[in-house]
């Protein structure tokens, strides 16, 4: 009884100090509290938009597969997606609250059994996966059970495998992590773990968005067969991998009260077995992953005087300062998940519908084709227009420049203790911005050149046009930053993520591109004159902005206080 | 030299946390700030290196005003931050390159000095080492090698001895007293007397954003009439500055 005290009391207070109970980090009363209901709005119109997006595909497949008499396989489909998604988030979660949460270290020393942990941290993480449970089976399973007047054990069973379901991928997870963390020194570094969790993440909506684009070109006969045969094998490799959860799937497609209440019975008795192989584990093999983690182990190396000569050549300040904005950004997982990876992942997305060329989108490619890209056409000018509001868009969704100061968070003082001036410091700061933002727009650029084939001068032109938008966008977000910086953080993911001024820039940056795609529209100015407008007016425009940063900037840091 | 001519900072309309200052740290010697927690110590500090601008006064490091020529007179110190937690992503030889670069060091004087500092400090082996598998000690270690990488006519350090061994600790010691007799100046904040009794040419105390008292050990002890211990005499200067909060206790 003191033990399952003890779990409860655990869970609670992790619960307060995890990210459910504190969706927002912002030290001021008021502040915190509207920052925290705009992120509970947020969350919440999520939750309803991905609610209606599973209950409307359940009813569309359910609609598709009634008349062949196979829509009982809807239920084998959503259950092993669910499974196989709860085990991949799992894995996720399992690391980051089992072992790099900042609790986890202050537990160690405490005199608490390594299973009583575990049961702590088990039950938190199953909270994270029932939030994304109900979100993902509860609509639809819903509207399955509905659209065909389900008998009334079909919704009692729905209830029991919504709540048990988590269960055994989840425990899949922990013990296939606690095995990893005890024998094997890859996940134990945090900074290596976030980067390839976040990239797998990435990796995954990719191809998501492939995926889907790829399935709207399908004829409704050829996505039957395929749904047919692809929940076949999906169901029967969850089966091999969670033993136990097409039993979940026996009970909701039983026949019979009996039939789906001793399948339930079987599921819970199976959960019960997998709770307990995880606490076994967790006595067994956790104190040993966990203990020693926030110790990095380093390589003890002598660099050679050459080496040292080398390494530490001289550079102009400039320089310096670019570089070090560079590394840390490059480095800093949160920050390359936020601000770098950005920049290479909104051009894809951009693009995978026009190399798909399917349905509509493969109707505007056609479109795109038939366009005259030369020098006096009218298409061309709205191309340009429409190429450099993508741009802005791309420049100002990074929030490289918008969160410049805000990064430094309380080391900021470095930056009022060197001797370099305060403008030199803004502009090198201006420059990491541009630079990363021209990585994105010219791989745009590069897509754009082999998708559509614009000839030569075209081409030209566009590649004078759309270095304005980088520039432009990250001159301007920067002036949020310097006016609103937020430097009291206490984790990288508030500089970034909790950050208005990222937003702000974003806005500025839609302001640009509706401005070029306003006056392209509906002035139609002749090509010559769009192209130089295009070319020369952000770059006027930004060196205006960097005036009034100069005079601005180096006020606003004299009265920044740490 | 360090120059601090009637400054003055406040956070609040009726409370000042440093209250028109004068202070003068000659060359050649070790200066001791010392003071209770909320005493002033930190604010003066952030005032002398750039991070705050005094609302009144001027500071002159060199003799170059921080008001005037903020730019240069930063060129004549080197500071040490009481947290040595900045750039964590960053490798050790990354970050001491970065300050070489910063104060626009001679190419030849950057190596072999970081070697010389990295050997005197044991941390030879851990320079391509990022800072975020330091050890708070090392760090300490490594923002004292930055601070002092340009060669720095003034070298400013907020609580210096925190986090650092025995040994370090007597390192940097003698690295500041080497200074100091090379003709530069140090200037440091602690809470640790034992070690501005031993150590300091004069010291400073400070409270309530006042100077308490500014002198050499000798001084002081002839002033309280006395051969106690530094810490004696600095508890009753700070009691008999707070004649009301005593009463009451």
Redesign the interface.
């Known amino acids: 009884m003191r033990g399952i005290k003890l779990t409860l009391s655990l869970t609670y207070t992790m619960l307060k100090g995890n990210g459910l109970a504190n969706i927002s980090g912002d030290s001021r009363k008021k502040s915190k509290w509207v920052s925290k209901a705009g992120n509970v709005i947020l969350m919440g119109l999520l939750a309803v938009y991905m609610s209606v997006l599973t209950g409307v595909s359940a009813l569309t497949l359910r609609r598709l597969l009634e008349p062949a008499g196979l829509h009982h396989i809807i239920i084998g489909l959503y259950i092993s997606l669910a499974a196989m998604l709860i085990f991949f988030f799992g894995i996720v979660y399992v690391i980051s609250i089992f072992y790099h949460s900042s609790d986890t270290e202050k537990l160690l020393p405490l005199p608490i059994r390594a299973d009583t942990i575990i049961s702590a941290k088990l039950i938190l993480t199953a909270l994270y996966e029932y939030v994304f449970v109900i979100v993902l089976i509860v609509p639809p399973l819903l509207v399955y059970g509905l659209a065909g007047s389900e008998p009334w054990y079909y919704f009692l069973s729905a209830a029991f495998v919504v709540l048990l379901l988590p269960v055994i991928p989840l425990c899949a997870a922990s013990v296939i992590v606690m095995l990893i963390m005890r024998f094997t020194p890859f996940a134990r570094d945090k ?1 290596r773990f976030s980067m390839v969790s976040g990239l797998l993440a990435m990796g995954l909506a990719l191809v998501f968005v492939f995926m889907t684009q790829t399935f709207s070109s399908y004829s409704q006969e050829d996505l039957r067969q395929l749904l047919q045969s692809g929940i076949q094998d999906l169901s029967d490799l969850t089966s091999i991998l969670f033993p136990g959860i097409s039993t979940a799937t026996a009970a909701l497609t039983a026949v019979s009260a009996s039939s789906a209440l001793s399948q339930l019975a079987l599921l819970a008795v199976l959960s019960i077995m997998a709770i307990t192989v995880t606490l076994i584990t967790a006595k067994g093999v956790y104190y040993k992953g966990v203990i020693g983690l926030t110790a ?8 050679s ?1 050459a080496a ?2 080398e ?7 400039f ?3 670019l ?2 904005d560079v ?2 950004l490059v ?2 997982p949160v920050f390359f998940m936020n601000n770098v990876l950005m920049n290479f992942l909104w051009p894809a997305f951009f693009l995978v519908p026009f190399i798909t060329s399917s349905g509509d989108i493969g109707a505007y490619r056609t479109f795109l084709d038939s366009v005259d890209y030369s020098l006096f056409s009218h298409y061309g000018t709205i191309f340009l227009a429409i190429a450099f509001a993508v741009a802005c868009f791309l420049s100002g969704a990074n929030g490289i420049a918008q969160s410049a100061l805000s990064r430094e968070g ?2 900021i ?2 930056m ?6 305060y403008k030199l410091q803004i502009l090198a700061k201006i420059t990491t911005g541009f630079l990363f933002s021209m990585c994105g727009i010219l791989i745009m650029y590069i897509l754009i050149i082999l998708t559509i084939k614009p000839d030569i001068l075209f081409g030209l032109v566009l590649l004078l046009v759309l270095p304005g938008a980088a520039i432009l966008t990250n001159t301007a977000g920067i002036l949020f930053d310097l006016i609103w910086p937020k430097l009291h953080w206490d984790n990288e993911q508030k500089a970034v993520k909790q950050n208005m001024n990222v937003l702000y820039g974003m806005l500025a940056a839609m302001v640009f591109a509706a401005v070029a795609l306003v006056v392209s529209f509906a002035f139609r100015p002749p090509f010559i004159y769009s192209a130089a407008g295009l070319i020369l007016i952000p770059w006027l425009a930004a060196f205006a902005l960097w005036k009034l940063i100069k005079w601005m900037g180096p006020r606003q840091m ?1 009265l920044l ?2 | 030299m360090i120059e601090l001519n009637n400054i003055s900072k406040s956070y609040s309309k009726h409370i000042k946390a440093v209250d028109s200052i004068n202070l003068k740290v000659e060359n050649g010697e070790i200066f001791g700030f010392l003071g209770p927690n909320g005493a002033g110590k930190t604010t003066t500090i ?1 005032m002398i ?5 005094p609302d009144e006064g001027d500071i002159f490091i060199n003799q170059i005003s921080m008001r005037k020529n903020p ?2 007179a ?2 004549s110190f080197g ?1 040490v ?1 009481d ?1 040595p ?3 964590p ?2 490798k050790a ?2 970050y ?3 300050m ?8 030849e004087a ?2 072999v000095k ?2 010389k500092m990295a050997k005197r400090f044991e941390l ?7 800072i ?2 330091f050890s708070h000690g090392m760090r300490q270690k490594l923002m004292i090698m930055g601070a002092l990488l340009h060669a720095p006519d003034v070298w400013i350090l907020d609580e210096p001895m925190t986090g650092l061994d025995p040994r370090s600790s007597y390192q940097l010691k003698e690295m500041m007293r080497e200074h100091a007799d090379s003709g530069k100046t140090v200037f440091f904040s602690t809470h640790v007397l034992d070690v501005a009794e031993r150590i300091c040419d004069r010291v400073a105390v400070i409270d309530q954003g006042h100077i308490l008292f500014c002198g050499t050990m000798e001084d002081m002890r002839q002033h309280f009439h006395s051969s106690r211990s530094l810490e004696d005499m600095f508890l009753q200067l700070v009691e008999e500055m707070r004649p009301e909060e005593s009463g009451q206790v």
């Open positions: 900074d990095s182990a380093s390589k003890q190396m002598t660099l005087d040292l000569r390494q530490t050549r001289p550079g102009s300040a320089a310096a300062l570089k070090k590394l840390i480095r800093t309380r080391r003082y470095v009022k203790i060197i001797p370099v001036p004299k206080d740490i | 952030k290196t750039g991070i705050l601008e730019v240069e930063k060129r500071f931050p947290d937690n900045i750039f992503r960053l030889i990354e001491l390159r970065f070489g670069n910063v104060y626009d060091v001679p190419t950057r190596s970081i070697a030879t082996e851990s320079l391509s080492n990022r975020q598998s």
